[in-house]
């Protein structure tokens, strides 16, 4: 009988991971294709812009674009919220297209509470491992060298800190080698040919797209993801407009990071922003115990580089981040305080950056005026 148990238990050995197996298998026998190493960013976000046009008849402004591309430089999870219908979910899935590697979207549940949700568990009695889609994204990305995008589609169904939680933190690791994720205990044979004694690698290459949707159905997005996050609000969509069919677009993650370095060297932001920035922060901690933060102010450093070099202005940049980044945490304090003080922070901004910049700062706090 203990013989039998242990043929049993080797059987099952072979493939605790079937779909993990299954990718080994595929990548055995691919030849990779030519890569496109040579193209600048402007190029590379107009080409997606024109690719979702005439290949899948999606529109999107050049902003909302070159948001995205930055978005990408500035963190590996990027939040894509707005109102229903605004192409949220159909800008990840083109712009995995146009990458030649279709992105996986995983349809978040109200019921998600912990990491089980999204990477699956070991199932003791039939000794094999309840794989997840995200579980076969997360660990195929480990092959290709262009990038994955991870959808996580309408993510604040569920609270986000609590299903994603173990992300989070991987992603805050300095060092990318450190990028790993306990699956089982130990190692068995016969276990995937990129798992290490039962861990997998969260691969550089890698990006997470989270949607949401602003409603009574949903969790707010709490501040620990937000600060993390790079968020980008999609609120109307964009008018179609006519263009050459544009071909799909082969770059490694490896270039694409190249070129958000490229980015920093070629558009590093000026001192004088600097000034007006540090003035603005120092008003804030003033009047409103409110300060950029570290991590914001890396994510400053990341964003606005790439975003010029797509197209965009300095100053066009700041005011986007500004406004996503950190008035975004007036929506959690004292109602009243706030409202008040908002039409002096309006002035503070005109008379610091001038009357017609930081529109979108503005029109934010404006909005934020009216609400209360």
């Known amino acids: 009988i203990v013989q039998a148990v242990l043929s049993e238990a080797k059987l099952n050995i072979e493939h605790r991971f079937p779909k993990l197996t299954l990718v080994d298998e595929k990548y055995a026998a691919l030849t990779p294709p030519e890569y496109d190493n040579e193209i600048s960013l402007q190029e590379f976000a107009e080409g997606y812009r024109r690719y979702a046009a005439s290949q899948m008849k999606l529109y999107y402004t ?13 963190s590996k999870l990027l939040i894509l919220e707005g109102i229903s219908g605004t192409g949220k979910t159909s800008l990840p899935y083109s712009f995995s297209r146009y990458l030649s590697n279709p992105s996986t979207i995983v349809s978040v549940q109200p019921s998600f509470r912990d990491r089980t949700e999204l990477l699956g568990y070991f199932n003791e009695f039939s000794k094999r491992f309840n794989e997840t889609e995200f579980l076969r994204a997360l660990y195929e990305a480990n092959y290709r060298p262009d990038p994955t995008l991870i959808v996580l589609d309408e993510m604040n169904l569920a609270r986000i800190e609590y ?13 990318k080698d450190e990028w790993v994720l306990d699956l089982v205990p130990t190692a068995w044979d016969g276990d995937p040919v990129k798992m290490d004694g039962g861990k997998i690698h969260v691969a550089d290459s890698t990006w997470f797209i989270g949607t949401a949707n602003n409603d009574d159905s949903t969790f707010t997005i709490t501040d620990k993801v937000y600060d993390r996050a790079m968020p980008i609000e999609l609120n109307e969509r964009a008018d179609a407009f006519e263009c050459e069919v544009q071909p799909h677009c082969n770059v490694t993650a490896e270039h694409l990071e190249y070129l958000f370095q490229k980015a920093q060297v070629d558009y590093p932001i000026s001192d004088e922003l600097m000034d007006k920035m540090q ?28 975003y010029v070099a797509c197209g965009g202005t300095e100053l066009g940049g700041m005011d986007y981040i500004i406004a996503r980044k950190v008035l975004k945490k007036f929506e959690s304090m004292n109602v009243t305080f706030v409202r008040d003080e908002i039409t002096g922070l309006i002035n503070y901004i005109d008379k610091t950056f001038g009357k017609a910049e930081m529109e979108d700062s503005k029109s934010y706090l404006r909005r934020i005026q009216n609400l209360y």
Do not use: H, W
């Open 279 to 306: 003035k603005l922060d120092n008003y804030l901690i003033t009047r409103f115990k409110l300060s950029f933060g570290n991590r914001i102010m890396k994510q400053m450093y990341d964003f606005i580089p790439v």
């Open 62 to 74: 050049p902003e909302i674009v070159r948001r995205f591309v930055a978005g990408m430089a500035a």
């Open 163 to 175: 299903y994603f939680a173990e992300m989070l933190s991987v992603l805050e690791m300095p060092n």
